[in-house]
């Protein structure tokens, strides 16, 4: 307007770490979130809506760590310099279960569809606002609770058309035990746990050369520690330092089975360790296995402290988060989504002025019987024009009316996939068309 | 976990000017969101997703005013001192638009939903974040482009079941046309505009007080801005000032006509100007007729220079945008929309470790004919504790197995509805349930 520097061209970039999606991306994105939610629903998680500002303290819980991983938000009176954007869904629900109180009955089965923010530096490849999609069980401490979420894991790949995935499986508990095992001081296990997440981008070795030099672990130490990550399951799941742990998860895997998890899909994984502090129990991970560099596309785990760090009872909890952004890739990648690029097959000519009313109460008829249609509302002025148009984008029927149709009171319909053309009655055009859509 | 400070108790708070949805509020609001989506595809706009992340330039265009209502948002290292939050969904669009190029076919309609924010100061009933939904058709000068949104705002209200509201309409080119016939300077049309869309709050007087005091405007111009706001539109149309303003004015309505819209719902309002510096012809909103004072629930106008902010060829633009939270309290107090506080009806208790496996499986099986089910997580571990839970939490049936059913290969289905209970095999639980459910 008046205002003279708003006038100038600004530079449409995007911030790095950050992604848009057109419609031929975004609509095989919303199939694959049509497809996620079905499977939620089936297992009777409701959807929640968390606020994705929140207060700092709520988001960090006071430590220091995270406060890295944050963007705070900053208004112009810089009075809310303690606000900050969400780096998970997991924190902002247990923050409304904590302050709910009695309005949640427990168990709570909860989902939820919405966007995260890392803020870490930029760096290629890095996603700094992503789309999560998490589903946890609050307020449970049953194992069948454990065994429901491996098991949704599992109808949620198949129902996106995955088959060659795994599911990894392990127990903070027996990670717990390792300190005894390796006879570490115990209060290190949290550093181990951290570095043990870094595994499969570092590899063992890596492992061992951050023990040692990051958190000075012993030579002792790091070599049982070894031993351990090497070990079979089999031959560990009854030492003392492991056997509660090791129970719990054959108890999980055994129920998951029953919920119709087929075995070749479980795989208990020792060295899984998953990063976040909150983890107090089963832990798991999916991967897929033609891409297993990818990194896991679902994880989650037992977090049975997080909501009492806002005070109140203890809650036990588990859940999961889906990496949509990643799921979707390999999605793509495997040729497993297929969408259109437009929402709409039909399209109404409009070339001759004198025929634009015919046309508008066509597309309108159209859309009363829950057909989507559009009108032609481009620069072309010729029926050869448009129709070039329409050949472009994909358009599955072209209605067409002139001076001619609309003195006769009929429409030409282009069949543009059969490439046939039939004149019908203006009031049997939804018919014709549904026929040609539908049958 | 070790850290200490990570486990003093933290005050749940949310920020002011956000919430939370728990899933009775949200289930509504999702099935609000599915029904204009709905209407939406009917049209032909596809989704987009745009990154909520911005630079703040692109945001603001350089313009100082709109610093004041952005949120900045900051990392640790401070680096990204030039990130913002978006505070609508149409510059994110306008963006991708112009540095897409020919990726994108002109016309482009599309829709998108999602977060906005307002980096205003905290006060008592206003958002500062909140839920947008917007649809735009990008690249068509047509007067019908303008009538198509005109009539999506109809068909939107209506498929929510609203049948009291109206369409209120103008054209900033009669806006644009009143220094001549006010007789002001023309660079100040933009402050006329900016104060109009105040009317609504403080009034005609309002209106007088803030185009005297705070922008100098002469108390004859006053009294010529005030009689024309008080004309009738038949009564100015004609005027040289406003006449292809007006006559634009009467074709779109026109048109929408034919599209369907009853002339009852649509209305011309000369004082509606719409606030944003970005529109250039028509604007509209839709106000609620019982609770006028709610302001406007839908809102938009033609914005043919926005896209050139970033560059590139003219592209003209209409759209319009549905505050979500504001319809969605509306919706709620006319009891137009009620949801369901829960996905699934069925409960398969658990109360017999004995009958563990056969309850898994049940609700195994159940899921796997899309019959959305759940097992009992809670605390209660006798029949009549879990039965409670049940009629609390308003399942419609409940499955019982006990060590007599497991010993006969049956189960108990309650219809909690009709209050019946009946044994069946096993082997014919699902059918059972989806007779009760859906038949």
Redesign the interface.
Known sequence: ???E???????????SG??????EE??P??KMLDSIRATF???????????????E??LT?????F??Q????????G??ST?A?RFDLTV?MA??V???GD?????F??YEMG?V?R????QAGRF??FLQCDAD?V??A?P??D??II?LMY?TMRALGFENFQIKINNRKILNGLYEYAKFPQ?K??DLIRTLDKADKVGVSGVEKELKDKFNFLEDEIKQIKKFLESEFDSIKNSPEFSFGANELLRTIE?AK???VPEMFLKIDLSLARGL??YTGIVFETVLLDTPEAGSVLGGGRYDDLV????GAKTPAVGMSVGIDRLFSALEKKDLIKGD????KVLVL?FDEMC??EC??I??TL??E??????Y??KEETLKGQLAFAV??EYEVVIIVGQQEKDKGVVQIKNMVARTQEEVKLEEVSSAVKNILYS
């Open positions: 307007m008046a205002n520097k708003a006038q100038k061209s600004v530079n449409p970039e995007l911030p950050t992604k848009d999606y057109l419609p975004y609509l994105k919303q629903e089936l297992f009777g998680f409701s959807p929640i809506e968390t606020s994705a500002l929140q207060k303290e709520v819980g006071g430590d220091e760590n406060k890295k944050i963007f705070n938000a900053v208004n112009k009176d009075e809310d606000l954007l902002p923050r409304l904590a302050s709910s309005k949640i009955e427990r168990p089965k909860r966007k923010w803020g870490e530096k930029a700094r606002e069980i307020g449970s049953s069948i609770a065994a429901e098991s109808e209060e296990t949290n129920i029953n919920l119709g502090g909150y009492e760090r806002f005070g690029s437009k929402i709409s409009n634009e009313e508008v109460k597309v309108s859309r009363g829950k057909v989507p249609a559009e009108i509302l481009g472009k984008n």
